[in-house]
Structure formats: C-alpha cells, structure tokens
C-alpha cells in the first residue's frame, strides 16, 4: 500500500470534515431546541465510535482493510447528503450513530 497516498486522502477527508463543522451547529439549532443538544450529538458519535472500534478492528484484520475503506468513504458521503434530510433532532442522532459506526471503520 502507498502510505503517502493513504495519509493524503485521510488529510483531505479531515479537513473536509472540518470544513462542514460550522454548518452542522447551525443544522443542530434548526432542528433542535438549543445549541446543547449538539454536545448529546457529538457525544453519541463518541460512544458508537469507541464501543465498534474492536469488533470492526478484528474484522478488518480477518478480511483486509480496502473494501472496509470503500465501506467509509461511500458510507459516509450517502450520510453527508442525508444531513439535510433531518428536520427532527432524532434524525440527527440517527446519523450520528451510523457515523459512529463509519468512524470506527475508518479509524
């Protein structure tokens, strides 16, 4: 595997990420009630994240890394287009989770 390649495209993900951040507040007041519920969001991604990390960790150790990449990188741009679908603040947590999962598998 080419490592530079590999940081690139983590770098470019991340600061596209990070590039979203300040919309997502903004989509959390609209469809909550106060800008708190966007630490219960935060929050929620965390937790999904941190409790799949070791049971995706030993499925991408049995069956390789690309396809679970390709898995996160689709997975995650059919997520970032769902966003605007939210009008509840469950929907929010609804993705949330499923980018925990995905955040897990990049990871």
């Known amino acids: ?4 390649r590999f940081v690139f495209y983590q770098g470019t993900v991340g600061m596209a990420a990070s590039m979203i ?4 507040i903004l989509l959390i007041k609209n469809v909550g ?8 969001a935060y ?6 994240a941190a409790l799949c990390y070791p049971l995706i960790g030993k499925f991408t150790d049995k069956s ?8 996160y990188s689709w997975g995650m ?6 966003f605007p679908l ?3 603040i469950w929907h929010v947590y609804l993705l949330q ?10 990871k």
């Open 33 to 40: 009630t106060s800008y708190s519920q966007f630490g219960w």
């Open 43 to 48: 929050g929620i991604f965390s937790l999904t």
């Open 21 to 24: 951040f300040p919309f997502y």
């Open 64 to 71: 390789g890394d690309k396809a679970f990449l390709l898995i």
């Open 1 to 4: 595997m080419n490592y530079k």
């Open 86 to 88: 939210a009008y509840e």
């Open 97 to 106: 989770i499923i980018m925990g999962v995905l955040g897990a598998v990049q």
């Open 77 to 82: 741009a059919l997520i970032l287009l769902a």
